[in-house]
């Protein structure tokens, strides 16, 4: 998957979870209102979709940008 389909997935996910749109890809979660349940949810969902990351993914990047890029590249996980 392409880094514009990873983020492109992502963001779908994220306004599906939230209920709004997220245009910007630097916002970050908690701002737009997620919590912890929120964030569950939309990692649930991204792996379901096939991505792969831990159940903490969004808890530990919280913007689009910082998730996708992850995403590609897992070893990113393991720094704060």
């Not at 792969?52 to 808890?59: E, G, N, Y």
Request: net charge negative; charged share 30%; aromatic share 4%.
């Amino acid at each position: 998957m392409s880094d514009k389909d990873v983020t492109e997935t992502l963001r779908e996910i994220w306004e599906e979870v939230l209920g709004i749109p997220v245009d910007d890809v630097d916002a970050d979660f908690f701002d737009l209102g997620g919590d912890s349940l929120l964030a569950l949810a939309i990692s649930t969902r991204a792996i379901e979709s096939g991505l792969t990351m831990p159940r903490s993914a969004v808890l530990r990047r919280s913007t689009l940008r910082q998730l996708a890029e992850a995403v590609e590249d897992p070893q990113l996980f393991d720094r704060v």
